[in-house]
Every structure is written in C-alpha cells, then in structure tokens.
C-alpha cells in the first residue's frame, strides 16, 4: 500500500461583520453563529470601520430594543462619549419603536 501525501487545503472563511442596518436580534445571531464575541460595523458603501460591538453589550441592549440597529447604538455610545467633555449637552436615549429625538447617523 502506498501512502499518498496530504496536500493542505485553503480553505476562505468570509469576513464576518455588520452593517449599520443590522439590528441587535441580527447581531447576536451571527455572533452565535460564528461563535464570536466582539464584530466590527462597517459602512456599506465606502467598507470603512464605524465601530465595534460586542456580545456583552449587545446582551444588554436586546431585553428592551432587540430590533436597535447597529448605527443606533454606535451613535447613542458617540454622544454618550462627547458628553464627557461637554457636560450642558442633552442625554440621547434610545426609546423603542423609534420614538424620541431625531438622530444624525455617524457615516
């Protein structure tokens, strides 16, 4: 019997990552899925990194906005950033079904 040598094999996993439209329901799955803990979210249109979200965060959000998108949370987590160094600056909170003030999009 001869032995035949095993030739190694490439195999490409796609890059896994969310959109801004994903919503945190979407989110959680495809991290259950891939068995991951921490996804970017990029800009469709121009593939730049808009930020990063994880499980542990995503866990928190989903008991009362599992249908948030992605560019809801990174934009919400921006002016919670900004007001650090701007304290008279309203607090933006995310309410379900849309409600509440109207946002501008970081993209």
Do not use: K, N
């Not at 001869?2 to 890059?15: F, G, L, N, S, W």
């Not at 950033?81 to 309203?90: I, K, L, M």
């Amino acid at each position: 019997m001869t032995r035949r040598a095993v030739e190694p094999q490439v195999v490409a996993m796609p890059d896994i990552i969310l959109y801004p439209r994903d919503t945190v329901m979407r989110a959680l799955e495809v991290m259950h899925r891939y068995g991951v803990h921490l996804l970017p979210v990029v800009d469709e249109r121009h593939g730049e990194i808009l930020g990063h979200v994880s499980e542990d965060e995503l866990h928190r959000i989903w008991s009362t906005l599992p249908l948030a998108r992605m560019t809801e949370i990174l934009t919400a987590r921006a002016t919670l950033a900004s007001e650090g160094s701007a304290g008279d600056r309203p607090r933006v909170v995310l309410l379900p079904g849309g409600q509440g003030v109207r946002s501008t999009w970081l993209h």
